[in-house]
T-cell receptor
Framework: DVKVTQSSRYLVKRTGEKVFLECVQD?????MFWYRQDPGLGLRLIYF???????EKGDIPEGYSVSREKKERFSLILESASTNQTSMYLC??????????FGDGTRLSIL | EDKVVQSPLSLVVHEGDTVTLNCSYE??????LLWYKQEKKAPTFLFML????IEKKSGRLSSILDKKELFSILNITATQTGDSAVYLC????????????FGKGTKLTVNP
């Protein structure tokens, strides 16, 4: 079974902090994705990566950056956290055109 | 702009009822449509549909795609309380990357 692991289930940070969310997958998938999920808005794509050191902007990249130094790990970075980035963050990975597999999510609160 | 619309947004039924969840889409270069079930944590994959008219079935769940009318339905028969979840529909578009465009989801509540 594919395992996508997100480093924290819950995280509380302060406005202005730099925040790192980590995601690791164990199936050698080349594609990895970061979404945020908000009530009434559904899942929205922040960034994705289809190879090591490659990244592409999704629909809402502003205020975020990503890093993919190794194939199994995809990090989401909030450069200077703001309260409107309080959300559930979901990481996913996939192989080719196969369905994406999701991690359990990180519920991030910015105070 | 690519768009996926699910209806209804929420639904409350009694155990044993049959439900139909709807997903319509307007996207350029359709590739496939996926259904996921999300309880408290990660969305879990249910079905991937690429061809019109071919029903996918898994136990009490089934789904079908109509590429002419641009919609899909997810049926759940003899519902159980464990079916309570948010059901997400997503479309994959062609173009070199495997991005998903999600609908807002249908929240299904099954009461005993």
């Amino acid at each position: 079974d594919v395992k996508v692991t997100q480093s924290s289930r819950y995280l509380v940070k302060r406005t202005g902090e730099k925040v790192f969310l980590e995601c690791v997958q164990d199936m050698d998938h080349e594609n990895m994705f970061w979404y945020r999920q908000d009530p009434g808005l559904g899942l929205r794509l922040i960034y994705f990566s289809y190879d090591v050191k490659m990244k592409e902007k999704g629909d809402i990249p502003e205020g975020y950056s990503v890093s993919r130094e190794k194939k199994e790990r995809f990090s989401l970075i909030l450069e200077s956290a703001s309260t409107n980035q309080t959300s559930m963050y979901l990481c996913a990975s996939s192989f080719g055109a196969q369905p994406q597999h999701f991690g359990d999510g990180t519920r991030l609160s910015i105070l | 702009e690519d768009k996926v619309v699910q209806s209804p947004l929420s639904l409350v039924v009694h155990e044993g009822d049959t439900v139909t969840l709807n997903c319509s889409y307007e996207v350029t270069n359709f590739r496939s449509l996926l259904w996921y079930k999300q309880e408290k944590k990660a969305p879990t994959f249910l079905f991937m549909l690429t061809s019109s008219g071919i029903e996918k079935k898994s136990g009490r769940l089934s789904s079908i795609l109509d590429k002419k009318e641009l919609f899909s339905i997810l049926n759940i028969t003899a519902t159980q309380t464990g079916d309570s979840a948010v059901y997400l529909c997503a479309v994959v578009t062609q173009g070199g990357s495997e991005k998903l465009v999600f609908g807002k989801g249908t929240k299904l509540t099954v009461n005993p």
